[in-house]
């Protein structure tokens, strides 16, 4: 897998993300392509008025969205925070004409929610589909998008996304430190050191 050092001295993202547009799609022919494609994370694929989007995620960006996805949960077991992982749930809005599914996604707490809290997004091949603004239509609370090596945090307020520095869903986490250990050779590897990191600190 291509180290973060690397990604962070290219222009671009590397290729690897297969990635297909359709245009002028009605909402009929959306869910006829999700039931098409079944019970499965893969494709991926997303509606913004009229348009589809499918990709066909590379090992790297199924390696990189697992990774955070692990180290999220290591944050809240050493937290102490009640979560539900989703993964790649189907969220849609027939009215809104908009569904997406992400890379990850979690609920925080006990009680019922019929968004997730937070959706991780790893653009790793740009696509082109502004998945915000899905998601802003949505309501889902909180999106963080990994672009090479980075992790740029969405959080919406009223009716748009606002970029901040600090996560409103894990307020406490620090995300410089945790992309910090996603370049290790093994996941096991970077939740052991991300936890024996959590825990130097208690």
């Known amino acids: 897998m291509t180290s973060l050092a690397e990604l962070r001295q290219r222009d671009e993202a590397p290729v690897g993300d297969q990635i297909v547009q359709l245009h002028g799609v009605s909402w009929t022919d959306y869910e006829r392509l999700l039931d ?17 989007e499918i990709m066909s ?13 692990c180290l999220v949960e290591v944050y809240c077991l050493a937290s102490g925070i009640e979560f ?24 925080f707490g006990t009680g019922r929610a019929d968004r997730p809290h937070l959706a991780i997004e790893v653009i790793w091949t740009w696509g082109g589909l502004d998945k915000l603004e899905i998601y802003r239509r949505l309501g889902v609370r909180e999106v963080w998008v990994w672009r090479r090596g980075r992790i740029q945090v969405h959080v919406l307020r009223g009716e748009r996304f606002a970029v901040r520095s600090q996560s409103k869903v894990l307020p406490g986490i620090d995300l410089d430190e945790l992309t910090g250990f996603l370049d290790r050779p093994t996941t096991s590897q970077s939740i ?11």
């Open 192 to 202: 052991r050191e991300y936890r024996a990191a959590l825990d130097a600190r208690r």
């Open 36 to 52: 098409m494609r079944g019970d499965h994370s893969a494709p991926r694929i997303s509606y913004l008025e009229g348009t589809v």
């Open 57 to 69: 995620p590379s090992e790297d960006h199924e390696g990189i969205k697992s990774s955070i996805g």
């Open 84 to 107: 539900r992982k989703r993964g790649s749930w189907t969220l849609k809005n027939r009215s809104m004409k908009r569904g997406v599914e992400p890379d990850e996604c979690y609920i």
